[in-house]
């Protein structure tokens, strides 16, 4: 749990009774490579900070879906749309390596926010970071061509281009996997 109380305290320096509070909430939990951590049609109940591990956010549709996000160690993730809302996700968390996460749930993370002062400071920054990312994101889709948008990604998130199969790369930056070979091959 020790990385967790380093990312809040990129934030915000917490106190020793502050921390034990937050941090008696989580709890450990570890998913297989390729298990599935939330299923499209459930409610997201946790938010969870990835110890290790790599997680794919995706639409189910054909053989692979359409991969739209990813999360990596040292960071929070969940469907974070179905956890603020209680309602069904409408996609799914994968985890694509055997992935070690703390999680906490949609009611004691609320018993965080109303009892501690930190709590709303951390949840607005984890929650304006979000934001940021899905905006730029968007941006990206709308503005520059695939073959710019596999460039900037290579550039931004060479760990996305190390650890993740090239058919979910693809599928994220919204081109066929024939398509990045051919895009991979006009750069090498």
Same mark, same amino acid.
């Given at each position: 749990m020790g990385y967790i109380r380093e990312y809040y305290e990129q934030i915000v320096k917490l106190q020793e009774?502050?921390?034990?509070?937050? &941090?008696?909430?989580?709890r450990k939990k570890v998913y297989a490579k390729n298990e599935i951590i939330t299923q499209q049609g459930d409610t997201e109940n946790f938010l969870s900070f990835i110890e290790s591990g790599l997680v794919r956010f995706y639409i189910p549709d054909d053989e692979y879906g359409y991969t739209f996000s990813f999360s990596?160690?040292?960071?929070?993730?969940? &469907?974070?749309?179905s956890f603020l809302t209680q309602t069904p996700s409408e996609y799914e968390m994968q985890a694509l390596t055997e992935t070690v996460v703390w999680q906490?749930?949609?009611?004691?993370?609320?018993k965080i926010y109303s009892q501690t002062n930190v709590g709303n400071h951390l949840g607005r920054f984890a929650s304006e970071k979000l934001f940021l990312s899905k905006s730029k994101?968007?941006?990206?889709l709308l503005k520059l061509? &695939?073959?710019?948008?596999?460039?900037?990604?290579?550039?931004?998130?060479?760990?996305?281009?190390?650890?993740?199969p090239l058919?979910?790369? &693809?599928?994220?930056?919204?081109?066929?996997p024939q398509a990045l070979s051919r895009i991979r091959r006009q750069i090498n």
């Open positions: 009774s502050e921390w034990e509070f937050i &941090a008696g909430y989580f990596f160690e040292k960071e929070f993730t969940c &469907a974070y749309d906490i749930s949609y009611n004691d993370l609320q994101r968007e941006l990206s061509t &695939a073959k710019e948008r596999y460039l900037k990604l290579f550039t931004e998130q060479p760990e996305l281009i190390r650890r993740v058919k979910y790369i &693809a599928s994220y930056i919204g081109i066929t």
